[in-house]
């Protein structure tokens, strides 16, 4: 008999899989990790803002974040970086994602993958002007509230239930 953990994992795996079957090419699963998998890389298709070498802002189309399931996972919220640039108010200078200062063990890994993907489009709904990861890029999504978020890509067929956005 697996272990509740074993169990937890293979259901966030058989739930990552069908997220992005269903991403119409959206996302795609890069690489995992472990049987079942405990690290992710996932490949976004959406638009993100990068700051160029010149200091200008110009729009990228596709990404990539690497996602770990710690040791005490779900019990710890996970970890999760960039390895593609971004310009973001919730990605630190050093890659890392900030994911939040509550989680939920309930929380699976398709919807953390969905709001992943609402925060590169710099989504409103998951941006929290209170605790930046980049001052700067908080600043200029102040500045610049009426043109986001920048991308309007839900990852899901039109078809699939939605579900409920939230960042802490």
Known sequence: MPS?????LQTDYDKVRKLVAGSGGTLKLV?????????????????????????????RDHHQVE?????????????ARMLTPVFNPH??????????????????????IL????????????????????????LWTQNNRARLPIGKISFKAPDQEQKRIQWS
């Open 31 to 59: 690489r995992t990790v472990g049987t079942p998998p405990t690290s992710y890389v996932i490949e976004y298709h959406c638009p993100s803002l990068v700051k160029d070498s010149s200091g200008n802002f110009i729009q």
């Open 67 to 79: 996602i770990i399931l710690r040791a005490n996972y779900p019990f710890e919220k996970p970890s």
């Open 115 to 138: 709001q992943i993907g609402a925060l590169l489009q710099l989504d409103p709904r998951v941006l929290n002007a209170n605790s930046p990861a980049n001052i700067e890029a908080n």
């Open 4 to 8: 509740p953990i074993l169990v937890r």
């Open 91 to 112: 990605v630190f200078l050093s890659n890392a994602i900030c994911l939040g200062g509550v989680w939920n063990p309930a929380e699976t890994l398709d919807t953390l």
